[in-house]
T-cell receptor, first 108, second 119 residues
Framework: GQNIDQPTEMTATEGAIVQINCTYQ??????LFWYQQHAGEAPTFLSY????GLEEKGRFSSFLSRSKGYSYLLLKELQMKDSASYLC?????????FGKGTMLLVSP | GAVVSQHPSWVICKSGTSVKIECRSL??????MFWYRQFPKQSLMLMAT?????????EQGVEKDKFLINHASLTLSTLTVTSAHPEDSSFYIC???????????????FGPGTRLTVT
């Protein structure tokens, strides 16, 4: 099975930078995903890491260290619309398992 | 990007009745579709995985006779909640994975979800 851990809640200020961490334990690692989910909506894809290192996509970046079972999602120049739940998900050979999500609240 | 639709977006039904939810991949062929359930303030829990033309694989604790899944074509999967009860009220989300190379073979595209309320 898989064990995925991420903080429950985080708060940040508009324009700031925030880093959401995710640690995981899995057998047969086959990629790590970050999704954004607004309340009452389905998740939307943000990033995918399968090799160690940093993937940058606009204001969002995601980092992976397979040896440490660790990833983070970095959000820059925060906007009010970034207030949402951020889900770390790990794929093994068969399934994609989601963490419980980190609720990010961006304040003015 | 790839689009997945779900129908209906919300449904209210009486206890004991059955409800069918459709999941369609609109612009790609989905060899594998996944059904998730999400209770308020909780994460997505995988219910079952279905491959086109074969029986679905259910996760532990999910009753296959209660949650019937049919993946009859490469663009359509259905989830039927049979004899629904109030505890089945939840947000049901499907996702689809394509057969191609690159991102489409790794990424799962999510439908908008179906809010089921059983009274």
């Amino acid at each position: 099975g898989q064990n995925i851990d991420q903080p429950t809640e985080m708060t940040a200020t508009e324009g700031a930078i925030v880093q959401i961490n995710c640690t995981y334990q899995t057998s047969g690692f086959n990629g790590l995903f970050w999704y954004q989910q607004h309340a009452g909506e389905a998740p939307t894809f943000l990033s995918y890491n399968v090799l160690d290192g940093l993937e940058e996509k606009g204001r969002f970046s995601s980092f992976l260290s397979r040896s440490k079972g660790y990833s983070y999602l970095l959000l820059k120049e925060l906007q009010m619309k970034d207030s949402a739940s951020y889900l770390c998900a790990v794929r093994d050979r068969r399934t994609l398992t989601f963490g419980k999500g980190t609720m990010l609240l961006v304040s003015p | 990007g790839a689009v997945v639709s779900q129908h209906p977006s919300w449904v209210i039904c009486k206890s004991g009745t059955s409800v069918k939810i459709e999941c369609r991949s609109l612009d790609f062929q989905a060899t594998t579709m996944f059904w998730y359930r999400q209770f308020p303030k909780q994460s997505l829990m995988l219910m079952a995985t279905s491959n086109e033309g074969s029986k679905a694989t259910y996760e532990q604790g999910v009753e296959k006779d209660k949650f019937l899944i049919n993946h009859a074509s490469l663009t359509l999967s259905t989830l039927t909640v049979t004899s629904a009860h109030p505890e089945d009220s939840s947000f049901y989300i499907c996702s689809a994975r394509g057969a191609g190379s690159g991102a489409s073979s790794y990424e799962q595209y999510f439908g908008p979800g179906t809010r089921l309320t059983v009274t």
